[in-house]
């Protein structure tokens, strides 16, 4: 049996094409500059930072399972004391309102090679560690999507 294409559906198809289209700029283009990044630990919130506070962050994860975040100063990982047996770290970096892994004990290292990021919903994560880094909209401002 042989279908025609109506008039109606190919109206109807356009449509579709177009609202796909401008759901997908609002979501990707829309986002704008974030101000604060959330990083998580094993999926929990383990700390919240300001992109307008330049700081570098180690996050320590001990064999036992305690995490630790703790301000830093050294931005050289070989100037960093090696991390107990077990243990996971990684050293992140905010800057100019940018956010950048600047070390990992992981073995891929994916997480440190990936670029900056600044803009909201953008996010780093380390698989192996389970350390993530999101970035979310102003302080006290309500984030929308494009889902809302």
Do not use: W
Request: contains cysteine; charged residues 20%; proline residues 3%.
């Amino acid at each position: 049996m042989l279908k025609i294409i109506k008039k109606a559906d190919i109206v109807l198809f356009v449509i579709l094409v177009l609202l796909g289209i401008g759901l997908f700029a609002v979501s990707a283009f829309g986002g704008g500059k974030g101000g604060t990044a959330v990083v998580r630990v094993k999926g929990e919130v383990a700390g919240t930072y300001s992109l307008n506070n330049d700081t570098v962050l180690m996050i320590e994860q001990s064999s036992s399972g305690a995490v630790t975040i703790s301000e830093s100063e050294v931005t050289d990982p070989a100037a960093l004391p090696e991390p107990e047996e077990g243990a996971a770290r990684n050293v992140l970096e905010i800057k100019d309102g940018k956010v950048n892994m600047l070390f990992s004990t992981c073995k891929n290292q994916i997480c440190v090679e990936h670029s900056e990021i600044d803009s909201t919903n953008e996010s780093i994560v380390c698989l192996p560690n389970r350390v993530s880094i999101e970035i979310t909209g102003k302080a006290g401002e309500d984030d929308i999507d494009a889902v809302s």
